[in-house]
């Protein structure tokens, strides 16, 4: 079967560093994304790695290791609008994406 | 700016009472998506269509329906809401001639059936 693992919920101080991590078993793989989704409101794409290694943009950075079936969203100078799930999809062999449910993120000042 | 607007933002109706979600996209793009996204859940998907060709998740309930007029609008339509119909309903689309790219969501719709 497909599967996308995720920590239900982190907690993290306003200004550190947080890193979540998402492992993945998939029939196929043409791609893993992360999408920030505020309360109430519609996923908003943050990152894509199709290969391995380290994607940075800003204080977001997403890494992947596909014979690991691994990768992690890093984010940095935490902020309190960073108070987030942030849902990690990979687009399986139909390109279609697994999602999975989201790792709820709480800043605290 | 190009986007994808989804109407109403909030729908509430009576368990049975039929109803229509709208999508409508400036985008262009030729793949759109239909999810259903119920509270720290997964968006689970409904249907897409890749132009015109409609493609129905094996375990969408038979309540559940799609119309994609034009390249621009897809409607859910929804026979009989159920109390376990109550979510956030996404719609998404994607250019489908570039097969890694991302999908675009519109604000959602949340349902509230009675």
């Known amino acids: 079967g497909q599967n996308i693992d995720q920590p239900t919920e982190m907690t993290a101080t306003e200004g550190a560093i947080v890193q979540i991590n998402c492992t993945y078993q998939t029939s196929g793989f043409n791609g893993l994304f992360w999408y920030q989704q505020h309360a109430g409101e519609a996923p908003t794409f943050l990152s894509y790695?199709?290969l391995d290694g380290l994607e940075e943009k800003g204080r977001f950075s997403s890494f992947l290791s596909r014979s690991k079936g691994y990768s992690y969203l890093l984010l940095k100078e935490l902020q309190m609008k960073d108070s987030a799930s942030y849902l990690c999809?990979?687009?399986?062999?139909?390109?279609?994406?697994?999602w999975g449910a989201g790792t709820k993120l709480i800043i605290k000042p | 700016d190009a986007m994808v607007i989804q109407n109403p933002r909030y729908q509430v109706t009576q368990f049975g009472k039929p109803v229509t979600l709208s999508c409508s996209q400036t985008?262009?793009?030729?793949?759109m998506y239909w999810y259903q996204q119920k509270s720290s859940q997964a968006p689970k998907l409904l249907f897409h269509?890749?132009?015109?060709?409609?493609?129905n998740e094996a375990d969408t309930p038979d309540n559940f329906q799609s119309r994609r007029p034009n390249t621009s609008f897809c409607f859910l339509d929804i026979r009989s809401p159920g109390l376990g119909d109550a979510a956030m309903y996404l719609c998404a689309t994607r250019e489908g001639k570039i097969d890694y790219n991302e999908q675009f969501f519109g604000p959602g719709t949340r349902l509230t059936v009675l």
């Open positions: 999809a990979v687009m399986d062999s139909n390109y279609q994406l697994i």
């Open positions: 985008l262009n793009h030729n793949v």
């Open positions: 790695n199709v």
């Open positions: 269509y890749y132009d015109k060709d409609f493609n």
